[in-house]
């Protein structure tokens, strides 16, 4: 009877025991598959590319610079290699550490985190272009094995404002008659990417002088247009002496502003020449006679 008993209480124990290493063991199972799961997870191969700052405005004719980070999650270290869509009339590079590349390794994880590399990528306009104002878009590739992505980047060229002001022969002097009115002609070359919008011509010269232009205002100077403007100078008669005189043509809007230095050789009027002539010769013929009576006495 007493032995019986003992071996109840043994085989109550046996089960009592296999049931809560059942119930321990269930919940360490499910744990073992989920570390399995995210481990396996995490080697499968990614490739991702971004940029902070995908778009942005400069002027005409400056270089883009775009900084990209190129991540690869992988097990193994892979060459992702690059290749660059560029918009019509401009060029790129891919530098990395400053040098200039198409590919590089990358990975494996590093203590379980995508392993990656920031690289810069340069928009240039080709030589003796520059691009009018909008939008130039590239498109930045990367590969590595089956892996594709690409990124946009966009450049966006805003207006700039300059000109020039010159003379059709780059000549800055002129000759100029007091008492008439001289023609003198300047060129406006718009040499920005948009166009030049009320501008206006004055000039500073000499006291007493006159000097116009034609027209004093431009309403619309478009990108890589030349407008002549003839300026009609005029010294004053009777109070200018013959000499070297200096007058400034000045040509502003509100975005820009421009002047140049015309020197102005002033000429007696041809009356005054022919007066000069004639009063010298009279006083030669004066003299002369002058001296053929004293002679003969």
Request: hydrophobic share 40%.
């Amino acid at each position: 009877m007493g032995k019986s008993r003992f071996l109840h209480i043994i085989l109550g124990l046996t089960l009592v025991f296999t049931l809560l290493i059942g119930f321990l063991a269930a919940p360490l199972a499910v744990f073992a598959e989920d570390i399995t799961a995210v481990t396996t997870a995490a080697t499968v191969p990614e490739l991702k590319i971004s940029c902070d700052v995908p778009s942005y405005s400069d002027n005409s004719g400056a270089t883009f610079n775009y900084s990209v980070n190129v991540a690869y999650s992988g097990s193994d270290t892979t060459i992702v290699t690059f290749s660059i869509t560029n918009p019509p009339d401009w060029k790129s590079t891919i530098t990395y550490s400053g040098k200039e590349i198409s590919s590089i390794p990358i990975g494996p994880l590093q203590y379980g985190s995508p392993d990656s590399k920031n690289l810069t990528i340069n928009l240039t306009p080709n030589s003796g272009v520059n691009p009018k104002v909008g939008e130039y878009k590239l498109t930045f590739n990367a590969t590595a094995g089956q892996l594709h992505q690409s990124l946009d980047l966009t450049a966006i060229v805003k207006a700039s404002y300059s000109f020039s002001l010159s003379t059709p022969d780059n000549k800055l002097n002129t000759r100029a008659t007091a008492g008439k009115a001289n023609n003198f002609t300047v060129n406006l070359d718009n040499l920005g990417t948009a166009a030049l919008e009320n501008l206006s011509l004055r000039s500073s010269n000499p006291s007493d002088w006159t000097v116009t232009f034609s027209p004093d205002k431009v309403t619309s100077l478009a990108a890589g247009q030349t407008q002549q403007e003839n300026i009609v100078i005029t010294p004053p008669e009777g109070k200018t002496v013959a000499g070297d005189y200096m007058i400034t043509i000045y040509a502003s809007n509100a975005q820009v502003s421009k002047s140049v230095d015309i020197r102005v050789t002033v000429e007696t009027p041809s009356i005054w020449g022919i007066l000069s002539i004639i009063i010298i010769v009279v006083v030669i013929g004066g003299l002369a006679t002058l001296f053929l009576k004293l002679g003969r006495r």
